[in-house]
């Protein structure tokens, strides 16, 4: 299907499932202001290989992302999700080729889900917004690129293998060291960086795995 360009009008509360499936001439989405989008469903944008543009932060309402909703888009480069976001399905973000950073907000479920986010080659910058309190394991799986992570200081514990890389990641703790929920959290090439003035990390697990380096 030739579409180009969409808008959301403030009205709509869902995107069907498989909506705009396949439109791969598609490069721009607007969410129009004081959106009233709640659901973005299944494969909605799946396939949809040019689209670069969509300001999803503006969604202010929107609470579930689900599955395969961005699967191969190839051409979005940033993802600042909105703070409302409570679900985000298997392969939401899978294969999202030139994707470089993305920012998640604290309410998202953590369960454990390893092909939310994978496969993202071109991925800088996670940050994980203030307020998440627990991050679950497999969180992003299989990335290959070099990666600064931020961890707020609200952050109390992480699972097992939150994050595993094939490239380099670097870490910065704003708060405390949290309580690993078993095993290691983050699988890979890793400098950890944390605040001196912060607890716990003289007898963190984590310094028998990387490199802890005090602020």
């Known amino acids: 299907i030739y579409v180009e360009t969409v808008v959301i009008p403030e009205t709509i509360k869902a995107i069907g499932s498989n909506a705009f499936k396949n439109c791969t001439a598609l490069t721009t989405v607007t969410i129009k202001p004081h959106s009233e989008l709640y659901s973005i469903d299944r494969g909605v944008f799946e396939n949809c290989f040019s689209l670069k543009e969509i300001n999803i932060e503006d969604a202010e309402k929107l609470k579930m992302i689900e599955a395969r909703a961005f699967y191969n888009c190839e051409a979005i480069e940033s993802m600042n999700l909105p703070r409302a976001l ?31 986010f994978y496969n993202l080659p071109s991925l800088e910058e996670i940050k994980f917004e203030e307020g998440w309190q627990t991050i679950s394991g497999y969180m992003f799986f299989a990335l290959t690129s070099d990666v600064n992570i931020t961890i707020p200081s609200s952050v109390k514990s992480i699972g097992v293998n939150t994050i595993k890389n094939e490239g380099t990641m670097k870490i910065t703790f704003l708060g405390d060291c949290p309580e690993l929920l078993g095993g290691n959290a983050f699988d890979g090439d890793v400098t950890i960086y944390y605040d001196a003035d912060t607890k716990g990390w003289d007898t963190t697990p984590l310094k028998d795995a990387h490199t802890c380096i005090p602020n």
């Open 86 to 116: 409570e679900t985000i399905g298997t392969e939401a973000f899978a294969n999202c080729l030139s994707l470089k950073s993305i920012t998640l907000p604290p309410e998202v479920e953590t369960d454990i889900d390893f092909s939310r």
